[in-house]
């Protein structure tokens, strides 16, 4: 399992960004997307990447994604969403606190999974 921190300017970038980790980066999703308080979602991107941001979020969210931290980062590497896209591992310090509070975080609206329901067909 790994955690996938969302940060953009609007929710609709915020879903196209979800859409687009499952139909391009073919990530698994699980559970629902969880608010993220944006400053917070900010300072943490900034520590992890020891740089100064060249933007400041709107909104933000953090995502579970069944697939491992490796995989996840090789594969959201290779798309182009709307909004920023952090993978975060097991080896930062914000990823125990993140974990913690995922299920205390308010749920995202207007987000469904694009898979579900999806059945492949056999040719």
Do not use: C, W
């Not at 290779?78 to 308010?106: C, G, Q, T, W």
């Amino acid at each position: 399992m790994a955690l996938i921190l969302i940060r953009a300017e609007n929710q609709k970038k915020i879903l196209n960004s979800l859409a687009d980790i499952e139909r391009h980066a073919d990530l698994k999703i699980t559970g629902k997307p969880r608010i993220v308080n944006p400053e917070s979602a900010d300072r943490i991107a900034q520590e992890i990447i020891k740089q100064k941001l060249r933007s400041k979020s709107k909104i933000a969210v953090i995502v579970k994604v069944k697939d491992d931290t490796t995989k996840s980062i090789v594969h959201i590497r290779k798309i182009h969403p709307p909004a920023h896209l952090m993978v975060i591992s097991e080896e930062y310090k914000e990823f125990k606190d993140i974990e913690r509070n995922f299920k205390s975080s308010p749920v995202l609206q207007g987000y469904y999974s694009h898979k579900k329901g999806k059945t492949k067909s056999k040719n």
